[in-house]
Protein backbone atom coordinates (compact mmCIF):
# COMPACT_ATOMS: atom_id res chain seq x y z
CA UNK A 1 0.00 0.00 0.00
CA UNK A 2 2.68 2.17 0.71
CA UNK A 3 4.79 1.58 -2.11
CA UNK A 4 4.47 4.74 -3.98
CA UNK A 5 6.75 6.33 -1.07
CA UNK A 6 9.97 4.37 -1.92
CA UNK A 7 12.25 4.70 -4.63
CA UNK A 8 13.08 1.28 -5.67
CA UNK A 9 15.47 0.34 -7.90
CA UNK A 10 15.43 -2.43 -10.73
CA UNK A 11 18.26 -3.81 -11.92
CA UNK A 12 18.81 -5.93 -15.46
CA UNK A 13 21.10 -9.04 -15.99
CA UNK A 14 21.44 -8.60 -19.87
CA UNK A 15 18.15 -9.30 -20.99
CA UNK A 16 17.05 -10.31 -17.64
CA UNK A 17 14.91 -8.24 -15.12
CA UNK A 18 15.94 -8.57 -11.47
CA UNK A 19 13.59 -7.30 -9.26
CA UNK A 20 11.29 -8.11 -5.50
CA UNK A 21 8.43 -8.76 -4.22
CA UNK A 22 6.51 -7.49 -1.19
CA UNK A 23 7.77 -10.21 1.15
CA UNK A 24 11.27 -9.73 0.25
CA UNK A 25 11.68 -12.83 -2.67
CA UNK A 26 14.29 -11.56 -5.23
CA UNK A 27 13.00 -12.30 -8.60
CA UNK A 28 14.91 -13.18 -12.20
CA UNK A 29 12.60 -12.77 -14.80
CA UNK A 30 13.68 -13.51 -18.43
CA UNK A 31 13.03 -11.24 -21.64
CA UNK A 32 9.50 -13.44 -21.76
CA UNK A 33 8.62 -12.59 -18.08
CA UNK A 34 9.14 -15.91 -17.47
CA UNK A 35 10.46 -16.35 -13.49
CA UNK A 36 14.18 -18.28 -13.96
CA UNK A 37 14.87 -17.71 -10.05
CA UNK A 38 12.66 -16.46 -7.06
CA UNK A 39 14.49 -16.60 -3.52
CA UNK A 40 13.84 -15.35 -0.27
CA UNK A 41 16.03 -15.33 2.81
CA UNK A 42 13.83 -13.74 5.48
CA UNK A 43 11.69 -15.79 8.37
CA UNK A 44 8.37 -15.75 8.85
CA UNK A 45 8.30 -12.27 11.06
CA UNK A 46 10.33 -10.66 8.62
CA UNK A 47 8.14 -11.02 5.77
CA UNK A 48 5.30 -9.65 7.65
CA UNK A 49 7.15 -6.25 7.81
CA UNK A 50 7.28 -6.15 4.43
CA UNK A 51 10.61 -5.19 3.85
CA UNK A 52 12.08 -2.48 0.79
CA UNK A 53 15.08 -3.49 -0.91
CA UNK A 54 17.74 -1.72 -2.33
CA UNK A 55 19.28 -4.11 -5.20
CA UNK A 56 22.83 -3.71 -7.12
CA UNK A 57 25.01 -6.08 -9.46
CA UNK A 58 28.10 -6.27 -9.96
CA UNK A 59 29.80 -9.11 -12.51
CA UNK A 60 27.77 -12.20 -11.29
CA UNK A 61 26.74 -10.57 -7.29
CA UNK A 62 23.73 -8.86 -6.40
CA UNK A 63 23.76 -6.91 -3.46
CA UNK A 64 21.01 -6.50 -1.40
CA UNK A 65 20.12 -3.69 1.24
CA UNK A 66 16.54 -3.52 2.95
CA UNK A 67 14.62 -1.49 5.35
CA UNK A 68 15.09 -4.01 8.14
CA UNK A 69 18.64 -3.32 8.65
CA UNK A 70 20.21 -6.62 6.62
CA UNK A 71 22.55 -6.72 3.81
CA UNK A 72 23.70 -9.87 1.71
CA UNK A 73 24.68 -11.08 -1.58
CA UNK A 74 23.31 -13.54 -4.08
CA UNK A 75 24.68 -15.41 -7.04
CA UNK A 76 23.22 -14.01 -10.15
CA UNK A 77 23.02 -17.32 -12.11
CA UNK A 78 21.43 -18.93 -9.39
CA UNK A 79 19.75 -16.93 -6.73
CA UNK A 80 21.75 -18.86 -4.32
CA UNK A 81 23.00 -17.08 -1.14
CA UNK A 82 26.51 -16.03 -0.83
CA UNK A 83 26.91 -14.63 2.57
CA UNK A 84 24.29 -12.83 5.16
CA UNK A 85 25.01 -10.10 7.61
CA UNK A 86 22.58 -7.66 9.89
CA UNK A 87 23.61 -4.43 11.02
CA UNK A 88 22.74 -1.87 13.65
CA UNK A 89 20.45 0.60 11.40
CA UNK A 90 18.76 0.69 8.20
CA UNK A 91 20.34 1.76 5.31
CA UNK A 92 19.00 4.80 3.52
CA UNK A 93 21.16 5.04 0.18
CA UNK A 94 22.15 3.16 -3.04
CA UNK A 95 24.45 0.59 -3.03
CA UNK A 96 27.67 1.45 -4.86
CA UNK A 97 30.01 -1.14 -6.18
CA UNK A 98 33.44 -0.65 -7.26
CA UNK A 99 35.80 -3.64 -7.79
CA UNK A 100 35.59 -5.65 -4.67
CA UNK A 101 34.24 -2.86 -2.05
CA UNK A 102 30.47 -2.02 -1.98
CA UNK A 103 29.68 1.62 -0.18
CA UNK A 104 25.88 2.42 1.83
CA UNK A 105 25.00 4.93 4.07
CA UNK A 106 22.96 4.50 7.48
CA UNK A 107 19.80 6.03 8.87
CA UNK A 108 22.29 7.60 10.84
CA UNK A 109 24.20 9.46 8.51
CA UNK A 110 27.49 6.98 8.66
CA UNK A 111 29.13 5.87 5.01
CA UNK A 112 30.16 1.82 5.25
CA UNK A 113 32.81 0.46 2.96
CA UNK A 114 32.06 -3.36 2.94
CA UNK A 115 33.60 -6.35 1.11
CA UNK A 116 31.89 -7.57 -1.71
CA UNK A 117 33.60 -11.32 -0.91
CA UNK A 118 32.46 -11.28 2.78
CA UNK A 119 30.10 -8.57 3.84
CA UNK A 120 32.91 -7.60 6.28
CA UNK A 121 33.36 -3.89 7.29
CA UNK A 122 36.91 -2.61 5.85
CA UNK A 123 35.97 1.13 6.97
CA UNK A 124 33.04 3.59 8.20
CA UNK A 125 32.98 6.98 8.32
CA UNK A 126 30.66 9.19 10.45
CA UNK A 127 28.99 12.02 9.18
CA UNK A 128 26.91 14.43 11.50
CA UNK A 129 23.43 13.83 11.75
CA UNK A 130 19.90 15.23 13.31
CA UNK A 131 18.21 14.08 16.00
CA UNK A 132 15.14 13.26 13.53
CA UNK A 133 16.17 10.60 11.23
CA UNK A 134 15.35 11.06 7.74
CA UNK A 135 14.22 8.74 5.29
CA UNK A 136 14.68 10.10 2.07
CA UNK A 137 17.00 8.29 0.02
CA UNK A 138 20.42 9.57 0.04
CA UNK A 139 22.64 9.81 -3.07
CA UNK A 140 26.29 8.29 -3.43
CA UNK A 141 28.99 9.34 -6.31
CA UNK A 142 32.28 7.28 -7.20
CA UNK A 143 35.21 8.31 -9.37
CA UNK A 144 38.96 6.73 -9.81
CA UNK A 145 39.74 8.05 -5.98
CA UNK A 146 37.33 9.45 -4.22
CA UNK A 147 33.69 8.57 -3.42
CA UNK A 148 31.33 11.35 -2.88
CA UNK A 149 27.88 11.52 -0.76
CA UNK A 150 25.31 13.87 1.32
CA UNK A 151 23.74 13.35 4.61
CA UNK A 152 20.39 14.20 5.97
CA UNK A 153 21.48 17.24 7.05
CA UNK A 154 22.47 17.97 3.55
CA UNK A 155 26.21 17.99 4.12
CA UNK A 156 28.14 16.62 0.90
CA UNK A 157 31.52 15.15 1.76
CA UNK A 158 33.94 13.55 -0.68
CA UNK A 159 36.44 10.50 0.99
CA UNK A 160 39.28 8.55 0.13
CA UNK A 161 37.77 5.27 -1.34
CA UNK A 162 40.51 3.41 0.24
CA UNK A 163 40.79 4.32 3.91
CA UNK A 164 37.43 6.70 4.52
CA UNK A 165 39.60 9.49 5.17
CA UNK A 166 38.04 13.05 4.23
CA UNK A 167 39.01 15.04 1.83
CA UNK A 168 36.72 17.63 1.92
CA UNK A 169 33.09 18.64 3.37
CA UNK A 170 30.66 21.33 1.99
CA UNK A 171 27.67 22.90 3.53
CA UNK A 172 24.63 23.28 1.69
CA UNK A 173 22.48 25.07 3.95
CA UNK A 174 23.32 28.02 7.09
Do not use: M
Request: charged share 30%; hydrophobic share 35%; with cysteine.
Amino acid sequence: NSFKYFDPTLIFYYDDLIFFDKKGSVIRFDETSKILWKKNYYTKNEKKSLPILNLSIKDNIIIVTDSLSKYYAIDVKTGKLIWSKNHNTTFVSDVKIDKNKFYIVDSNNALHCFSLIDGSKIWEFDSDYELIKSQKKLSIILDEEKIYFNNSKGDIYSLNKDNGNLVWITPSRN
